[in-house]
Structures are given as structure tokens and as C-alpha cells.
């Protein structure tokens, strides 16, 4: 058995905020279950602001302030990306993307 290294340190993932510049932005705050707050520039015209935001630790941060906004909902609704993150690392994707992209890119031998 070889000794894993389990990363979780925060702030490892990068969350990509883009079109922020222009539009006025709202923080929005997402707590997870281990209490950690993840805040987010969405926005404020985009009224896309999605319910629950992976943590860096891979929980699911749920959006501070929803449940009064929002009709009752599942509270622990996970998305894909959830279930993904249970089973695979962020860095263990990226080096799956990175192996597809690989195959992808090398020519096809004649079959
Ligand atoms: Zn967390």
C-alpha cells in the first residue's frame, strides 16, 4: 500500500467567474456541510445564480438565504457534478481530460 496523498487544501480549485467586469456583481455565500463559506461574484442581472456551489472540499455548498427566497426544494440536492466529485478529484479529471484529449488528438490508425 503506498501512502496517498490526500490534497485537500483549500483553494486548489479555480472557479472560473467570467463577464464580471461589466454587469454589477452580487456576492453570493454558499455554506457546505463542514461550514465552509464559499463566496461568488455572480452577476446581480444574471438571475442564474445556481442554488448549491461545490466546496473546495467537496461538499456541496448550499446558497445562504435561499430557503426564504426559494420554494421548498430538496435540501440536499446534488448535481452531477457532485456525484462526480465523490467519486474522482478535480485533479483526478483533469488528467482524465487530459488522457481523452491525447487519444483525441492522435491520429487515427487505419482500421
Ligand atoms: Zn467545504
Given at each position: 500500500m503506498a501512502n496517498t496523498m490526500r490534497g485537500s487544501r483549500m483553494g486548489t480549485t479555480s472557479y472560473e467567474t467570467d463577464g464580471g467586469l461589466f454587469a454589477p456583481r452580487a456576492l453570493t455565500t454558499y455554506v457546505c456541510d463542514q461550514g465552509h463559506q464559499v463566496t461568488m461574484p455572480f452577476s446581480a442581472e444574471a438571475d442564474e445564480i445556481p442554488d448549491s456551489?461545490?466546496?473546495?472540499?467537496?461538499?456541496?455548498?448550499?446558497?445562504?438565504?435561499?430557503?426564504q427566497n426559494a420554494p421548498?426544494?430538496?435540501?440536499?440536492?446534488?448535481?452531477?457534478?457532485?456525484?462526480?466529485?465523490?467519486?474522482?478529484?478535480?485533479?483526478?479529471?483533469?488528467?482524465?481530460?487530459?488522457?481523452?484529449?491525447?487519444?483525441?488528438?492522435?491520429?487515427?490508425?487505419s482500421a
Open positions: 456551489w461545490p466546496c473546495a472540499c467537496g461538499a456541496t455548498g448550499m446558497l445562504v438565504g435561499a430557503a421548498v426544494k430538496q435540501k440536499h440536492l446534488r448535481t452531477h457534478w457532485d456525484m462526480l466529485l465523490e467519486r474522482r478529484t478535480v485533479k483526478d479529471l483533469e488528467g482524465l481530460l487530459k488522457e481523452r484529449l491525447e487519444v483525441l488528438r492522435r491520429p487515427r490508425k
